[in-house]
């Protein structure tokens, strides 16, 4: 398996710490010049700082409920990628992620998530709608 397999595959691993706001381990596997590249409205994010707190509001947020099974793995030199899929009370939608790894740390990564999908699928008690960071 390659290195960005490796680390790929201790993040999804770790991911039930993540949304439980136990993040230290995790962060040892992220540079600190990570890119974490969102598009949209907030466009790329810059740093260690910005993906702490990505993972932050995710554990405190709509995701930190969400079970996360990783369907297939890819992987090439440096970067990984993985189709998964994404559930929590009242959804379940594919995802998709990749990352590049240099010296046993993520360096760069994208993501896909059809968050609209789980906008429709999603039964909040208070009827109100969710939002994504």
Do not use: C
Not at 57 to 71: C, H, I, N, Q, S
Not at 87 to 95: L, M, N, R
Not at 117 to 130: E, L, W
Request: negative net charge; proline residues 2%.
């Amino acid at each position: 398996m390659s290195e960005a397999a490796n680390v790929h595959r201790r993040l999804i691993e770790l991911h039930p710490d993540l949304m439980a706001g136990r993040l230290d381990e995790a962060l040892t596997l992220v540079d600190q010049e990570v890119i974490d590249h969102r598009g949209g409205a907030e466009g790329d994010h810059h740093g260690f700082a910005a993906w702490r707190a990505k993972w932050e509001r995710m554990a405190a947020g709509p995701f930190r409920d969400v079970g996360l099974t990783v369907e297939r793995t890819l992987a090439d030199g440096d970067v990984s990628v993985n189709r998964y899929t994404f559930a929590g009370p009242g959804y379940q939608v594919t995802g998709m992620d990749m990352i590049r790894v240099r010296d046993q740390k993520v360096v760069e990564h994208w993501a896909v998530l059809d968050t609209d999908a789980i906008r429709h699928q999603s039964a909040y008690s208070d009827g109100s709608s969710a939002r994504f960071a």
